[in-house]
């Protein structure tokens, strides 16, 4: 009787024990959806990138969504850009972004064709934005398995 007591006893602290680890999972999750924006977040997102660059005085010569590449959970959702500005201009818009409560990444930075431009130094700055989506699809087909 005392042992099958003491049993049921460390059964019901190993529940507890998986429940606790059960909600700090959960809370994970629910942080790493909050930075990978749903479908429907994504243009409000396209629009705040686009509108921090013109808030620094950034002009986008070319801002254009290429296809989404399927991944495992998520989505990735490039962009190029190409934009005109002086350098410190340029990083500080890379800042920005860096600073948003959203992923996205800066990849693949070529400045060129440098010209003076009322006394500054004006550079065509070409990037890949990458931002991910999540898919729900995903994670649903995993808990069927």
Do not use: W
């Not at 003491?6 to 059960?22: A, Q, S, V, Y």
């Not at 959806?33 to 409000?44: D, F, G």
């Not at 296809?67 to 190029?80: C, L, Q, S, T, W």
Request: net charge neutral; glycine share 4%; proline share 6%.
């Amino acid at each position: 009787m005392k042992r099958t007591l003491r049993e049921n006893l460390e059964i019901t602290k190993g529940i507890k024990d998986i429940e606790e680890e059960l909600k700090r999972i959960e809370n994970k999750l629910s942080e790493a959806q909050a930075q990978l924006p749903t479908e429907k977040e994504i243009p409000s997102l396209l629009t705040k990138i686009s509108d921090l660059g013109s808030m620094v005085g950034l002009e986008f010569v070319l801002f254009q969504p290429k296809p989404e590449v399927p991944k495992d959970f998520y989505n990735e959702v490039p962009i190029d850009i190409r934009i005109m500005g002086n350098y410190h201009t340029v990083a500080q818009f890379f800042d920005m972004i860096a600073h948003l409560p959203r992923i996205v990444n800066i990849s693949n930075i070529s400045m060129r064709s440098p010209k003076v431009e009322n006394g500054a130094i004006v550079l065509e700055t070409s990037c890949l934005a990458t931002t991910f989506r999540f898919t729900a699809k995903s994670v649903q087909q995993d808990e069927k398995k």
